[in-house]
DNA sequence: TTATAATTAGTACTAGGTGTTAGCATCTAG
DNA sequence: CTAGATGCTAACACCTAGTACTAATTATAA
């Protein structure tokens, strides 16, 4: 019995990770045992019970979609220059990545560069109106990158930034990016 | 008596919105009513109890980061004729959007068409080696894009993938995708 | 065989409700 | 001025998915 109940808690773990949105009674009938069983083990091993789940659950992506959707910059901001350079960094995280081959999408460094060179331009109203990016070699989760974006070039509609995002200090990936400047109701450009 | 139940009632339709997280003790007491009162209310205006609510939020925005990170495509697929062209279609919601001007971002655009373009490819992975893009028209919320990508070319290791996006007809962006084929252990190109 | 571990069962209690009935205060129309 | 409608509060029984605890039963390994 002892084999038993450690499978069956280990199970137990791996079910409520994947759903947590079981009761201990559809627990005890997927198991096969009483609903005090499911109860000795959940203590055991630490989990609270469906509501208390449900709630963190609740919260956490609550929380995660708020920030998805109210986050200005891709990454965190190291440095700002407003006008002159910039610098985020970005934790690569297994929600960015192809599932098959464990790489990043590219979007995600797109994202990061774009929306830093964005955050660079000293002006009430800045849209990205071209960009010209490499993607120089395959990123992994567990990475850490580093993003720096420079102001290259200013004219009175457009501003000129270039991103260099490096991995360990290898770049990974650059873009050089046409910002629109739009000062009243300008029809041009795009974010 | 009547227009203090109205402006409550819309009061706590409100703060149930942002904060679906409230007891009706809690509701009572930051109200000044009987919790009796804030059941009433609830009722008359439909709105489930906490728990409910709480499981509501917890399932949709878990499903929603779900579904986020195991998309391969942004964007629903529309026809797909694997190595000639593809059509995606996006409704841009208000978590694309820049939170002041109400203006699409711009790596939304480019996920939409860069994902398409790379499942384009008839290869066991294919990976952005790099792109040309432009913004042509700011887009806003409610809008329906509709990307078109094209191949353009093929070589042994490269593929090039040309993409337009419209709504309603009228383009808002055009990209031109270079993605590479791995087909060993090559180490060039990326996602 | 017996000590120990694992499981099951039962009872009392909890939060955050629902559903229902009832008692008042207040307003409004006839 | 009064009857009926409207709004608010209270009280009670019930529900789910538990916790906390005690006790009994079953399995197993020494």
Request: hydrophobic letters at 45%; charged letters at 25%; one cysteine or more.
């Amino acid at each position: 019995m002892r084999a038993k109940k450690q499978a069956r808690q280990s199970e137990l773990q791996r079910v409520l990770d994947s759903n947590p949105f079981l009761t201990d009674e559809a627990l005890a009938a997927q198991f096969g045992v009483s609903v005090q069983t499911i109860r000795l083990d959940r203590m055991e091993l630490g989990i609270p019970e469906l509501r208390e789940r449900v709630k963190l659950v609740a919260h956490e992506s609550y929380a995660q979609i708020r920030s998805l959707s109210e986050q200005e910059l891709i990454g965190q901001l190291w440095e700002l220059e407003l006008g002159v350079k910039g610098v985020s960094v970005l934790d690569v995280t297994m929600d960015m990545i192809f599932a098959k081959t464990k790489i990043m999408r590219g979007h995600h460094l797109f994202a990061q560069a774009n929306s830093l060179a964005v955050a660079l331009v000293d002006a009430p109203v800045a849209l990205t109106a071209g960009a010209e990016v490499k993607f120089i070699r395959p990123v992994y989760p567990g990475e850490r990158l580093v993003c720096t974006a420079e102001v290259k070039e200013k004219t009175e509609s457009r501003v000129y930034v270039e991103a260099v995002t490096t991995s360990a200090g290898n770049v990974v990936f650059t873009g050089k990016f046409t910002i629109a400047v739009v000062e009243q109701n300008n029809k041009e450009g795009e974010a």
